[in-house]
């Protein structure tokens, strides 16, 4: 259930307390989607010391492609302790996005509920519950009605791809959008997290994060590689070369920034594959 109440109010940040990295490189979340299903927690091993996996959980109706729910998304769970990072690409987000809290971030997309304040109100509910709370925004969709409550939200997902299946090309036009996030973001000093995913690899990480992206999601690029570890690297180090060429405020030399999760290396189980 959502609750009420003046969007405009303050909100706190999540119990779980965020794990610092070093600044200067960003965050690389494999999206198991583009895994072996039949083999998910040998291929999550795989991606060496990649921070964090992107779990995208659909429902053929808001998109037209069907994944996994709660089973599987909670068998991921139990054979890694990476941050598990939930994006939501489903109707009535409100009724289905409190069963994830138990993860520690859950995206949904904007699109999907009503307006302004019912995404206010659900991440007051995500939040709540001691998750983080994330929206995502497909690439013909403005952020412009939610830069006054960046506050309310963990992190923005912007969809460089339209959501529903991996393997498309990147579009590039969506930097735009972020670049106004960052703006907004540093602005305001709200510490809200940029993400993109679709299209990300080796070519594409670079512009992303000269943009002000703070966390890369790939798919096929990863676990399409001959090596997922080396390619979560070069994707890291992709980032890392141009992050000085970020818009705002330049990160103090050496310090840390709060990236939940971050430089967190996991280890696996069976209980996925």
Not at 5 to 34: F, K
Not at 73 to 90: C, G, N
Not at 148 to 164: I, Q
């Amino acid at each position: 259930m959502c609750p009420t109440g003046d969007p405009s109010a303050s909100s706190s940040r999540p119990a779980s307390t965020p794990v610092p990295r070093p600044t200067g490189a960003p965050v690389v979340a494999p999206s198991i989607l583009s895994a072996d299903f039949a083999h998910l927690a040998r291929d999550i091993d795989r991606v060496g010391d990649a921070e964090w996996l992107h779990i995208d959980v659909m429902d053929a109706h808001f998109v037209p492609n069907l994944s996994f729910g709660l089973p599987v998304a909670e068998a991921v769970r139990r054979s890694t302790d990476r941050f598990l990072d939930v994006h939501l690409m489903i109707e009535d987000p409100a009724r289905w996005a409190p069963d994830y809290a138990a993860f520690d971030s859950v995206t949904f997309h904007l699109e999907a509920v009503a307006d302004v304040a019912a995404a206010v109100d659900l991440a007051r509910t995500l939040r709540a519950a001691g998750t983080r709370a994330s929206f995502s925004v497909k690439p013909g969709t403005p952020v412009e009605p939610l830069l006054d409550r960046l506050a309310e939200f963990d992190m923005v997902l912007v969809m460089s791809v339209e959501p529903g299946f991996g393997g498309q090309s990147f579009m590039p036009e969506v930097l735009d959008k972020v670049r106004a996030l960052r703006r907004r973001i540093d602005a305001d000093g709200t510490g809200t997290l940029v993400e993109i995913d679709g299209g990300i690899g080796p070519a594409t990480a670079g512009d992303a994060v000269a943009a002000g992206v703070d966390v890369l999601v790939a798919g096929s690029s990863v676990f399409g590689a001959d090596d997922p570890a080396a390619q979560v690297t070069a994707l890291r180090e992709a980032g890392r070369a141009v992050w000085a060429d970020r818009p705002g405020p330049a990160p103090a030399a050496g310090g840390d920034r709060d990236v939940p999760g971050a430089g967190h290396r996991g280890e696996t189980g069976t209980d996925a594959g």
